[in-house]
């Protein structure tokens, strides 16, 4: 065997034995031993390191926030059943020297107010001549004005332009800023500010009942 490697080597030249001996040196020790920049490879070699969950559950947390707060910049759909957390106290009202049912609004509601919102329903008109508008959960006939529902299933329509002539129970999307109203009683407890229609595919769709 030895005899079969001296005659490989043999025809080898020396050229080549010194290029194969560096390239051995070289595999085999840490160059960064001879570094004089203060860099080692056995502190930044590339290594496969397993996250751990602490910093899965952070990365998701941050990536779940930067999309909240990029669908913010667009008015989210507020459905009916996001108002019906609330109840009424009986109060007198000196103006009026009369008892008033005032709103008492539940934390998920409170949440919501101060924010833009799209909804769907049945268009009341108020007052075509002065552009006020009202939008039901339920069309007219029975709607909060006939006293077949709760107060909770309608939004009052403050537009930001004078508005079109909306027809009764015509069905419409409109967006707008959320107030909550539990102080007015000669107003709704659940105003839209700014209010503009939204012109959608199917208006029914976004119901969401």
């Known amino acids: 065997m030895f005899e079969a490697i001296n005659n490989i080597v043999g025809k ?5 034995l010194i290029y194969i001996a560096l390239f051995v040196i070289v595999s085999c020790s840490n160059m960064s031993n001879f570094c004089k920049h ?4 056995t502190d930044n070699q590339f290594a496969y390191k397993p996250t751990t969950v602490k ?3 952070n990365d998701v947390f941050f990536f779940a926030s930067e999309i909240n707060y990029k669908e913010s910049d667009a008015p ?7 108002l019906t957390a609330v109840t009424y106290t009986a109060k ?4 009026y020297q009369a008892d008033f049912q005032y709103p008492v609004f539940g ?8 924010r833009e919102f799209y909804i769907s329903g049945h268009v009341i008109p108020l007052d075509v001549n002065q552009g006020l508008y009202a939008i039901s959960k339920y069309p007219y006939a029975s709607c909060y004005f006939c006293g077949k529902s709760g107060p909770e299933s309608v939004v009052s329509l403050k537009f930001k332009n004078k508005p079109a ?6 069905v419409k999307t409109f967006k707008g800023t959320l107030k909550l109203n539990d102080s007015n009683p000669m107003d709704f407890i659940y105003i839209f ?14 119901f969401g009942i």
Do not use: H, P, R
């Not at 002539?165 to 015509?170: A, G, P, R, T, V």
């Open 107 to 114: 934390k998920t509601v409170k949440m919501l107010e101060g």
């Open 12 to 16: 080898i030249s020396t050229k080549k």
């Open 55 to 57: 910093e899965n559950i």
């Open 165 to 170: 002539k909306y027809k009764l129970d015509k």
């Open 92 to 95: 007198f009202n000196k103006q």
């Open 38 to 41: 203060g860099i080692s490879l």
């Open 193 to 206: 500010i700014d209010t503009e229609e939204m012109k959608t595919a199917s208006d029914k769709l976004n």
């Open 76 to 82: 989210q759909l507020l459905t009916w059943q996001d």
